[in-house]
């Protein structure tokens, strides 16, 4: 029997119930959007209610979507500051991460993944903002629609060119989220699990997508000081290889 492989746990289980609500809410106004938009098959859009009906949901759920998206920073406004900072904080050093990253997930057995010291890789930051940003617009051009007089013609025209524009954004951004959570991507087998399993990912592919990361992690308590944290208030660029490589390996042989 071979031997388990060592994991670190990535989300905690509320998280990870809030990213398949929050999934599921998404996945739910975009079909009902694009079905009201005649976006979507003649067949499936029958299937589904037809266009008044989908129109009626997508209203409904984006209103319930809005309250909750704005309240998210009376709940959870430390962490959401703390993901923020991480979201927007880049190193200049970071701009030549890109093109070793793609070489990496296209033939990741050929090439070594590129090194960061963030919780996340700068490509899901970059992501991420996309996903927030657009999610934040087509909340506020939803409520003006949803709340704007008829006869106001020119800002509910403006409003809907908006959040169109915004759910295109969110759409393309989205597709790039769920292609490399998925798992599709060779560099990126098993990495589901992180949020469609138990939260935990192997050792060996958390040191290949987040080295800085799972440095911290697995390092013993007092050299965690030591190792570059992207969310402190003292970053000191790229994380050096040799803490990477050092840390991670006394990780694995625990």
Same mark, same amino acid.
């Given at each position: 029997?071979?031997?388990?492989?060592?994991? &670190?746990?990535?989300?905690?289980? #509320?998280?990870?119930?809030?990213? $398949?609500? $929050?999934?599921?809410?998404?996945?739910? $106004?975009?079909?009902?959007?694009?079905?009201?938009?005649?976006?979507?098959?003649?067949?499936?859009?029958?299937? &589904? %209610?037809?266009?008044?009906?989908?129109?009626?949901?997508?209203?409904?759920?984006?209103?319930?979507? +809005?309250?909750?998206?704005?309240?998210?920073?009376?709940?959870?406004?430390?962490?959401? /500051?703390?993901?923020?900072?991480?979201?927007?904080?880049?190193?200049? *050093?970071? &701009?030549?991460?890109?093109?070793?990253?793609?070489?990496?997930?296209?033939?990741?057995?050929?090439?070594?993944?590129?090194?960061? *010291?963030? /919780?996340? *890789?700068?490509?899901? /930051?970059?992501?991420?903002?996309?996903?927030?940003?657009? &999610?934040?617009?087509?909340?506020?051009?939803?409520?003006?629609?949803?709340?704007?007089?008829p006869q106001?013609?020119?800002?509910?025209?403006?409003?809907?060119?908006?959040?169109? +524009?915004?759910?295109?954004?969110?759409?393309?951004?989205?597709?790039?989220?769920?292609?490399?959570?998925?798992?599709? $991507?060779?560099?990126?087998? %098993?990495?589901? #699990?992180?949020?469609?399993? *138990? %939260?935990?990912?192997?050792?060996?592919?958390?040191?290949?997508?987040?080295? +800085?990361?799972?440095? /911290?992690?697995?390092?013993?308590?007092e050299q965690?000081?030591?190792?570059?944290?992207?969310?402190?208030?003292?970053?000191?660029?790229?994380?050096?290889?040799?803490?990477?490589?050092?840390?991670?390996?006394? +990780?694995?042989?625990?």
């Open positions: 029997m071979s031997e388990r492989q060592p994991t &670190l746990l990535r989300h905690e289980r #509320r998280a990870r119930l809030a990213h $398949l609500l $929050l999934a599921v809410l998404v996945l739910a $106004l975009v079909v009902s959007g694009l079905g009201m938009g005649g976006r979507l098959p003649g067949s499936l859009t029958a299937l &589904l %209610g037809g266009h008044e009906r989908l129109a009626a949901w997508h209203r409904q759920l984006g209103l319930v979507f +809005g309250v909750c998206f704005l309240t998210l920073p009376l709940v959870a406004g430390g962490r959401l /500051r703390q993901m923020l900072v991480e979201m927007v904080r880049f190193h200049r *050093d970071e &701009l030549r991460w890109f093109f070793p990253f793609f070489r990496y997930c296209l033939r990741p057995h050929r090439h070594e993944p590129p090194l960061h *010291d963030g /919780r996340y *890789d700068p490509a899901q /930051r970059i992501v991420f903002l996309l996903l927030g940003s657009s &999610l934040l617009v087509c909340t506020l051009s939803g409520l003006v629609l949803y709340v704007a007089p106001q013609t020119l800002l509910l025209g403006w409003a809907i060119r908006v959040h169109v +524009g915004a759910s295109v954004v969110l759409i393309a951004s989205a597709a790039l989220h769920v292609l490399a959570g998925s798992g599709l $991507l060779p560099s990126h087998r %098993g990495v589901a #699990r992180v949020m469609f399993g *138990d %939260g935990r990912v192997p050792v060996a592919l958390a040191s290949r997508l987040w080295p +800085g990361w799972t440095a /911290r992690q697995v390092a013993p308590k965690r000081g030591a190792l570059v944290n992207r969310s402190s208030r003292r970053p000191k660029g790229a994380l050096a290889p040799a803490a990477v490589k050092t840390a991670t390996a006394a +990780g694995k042989s625990k």
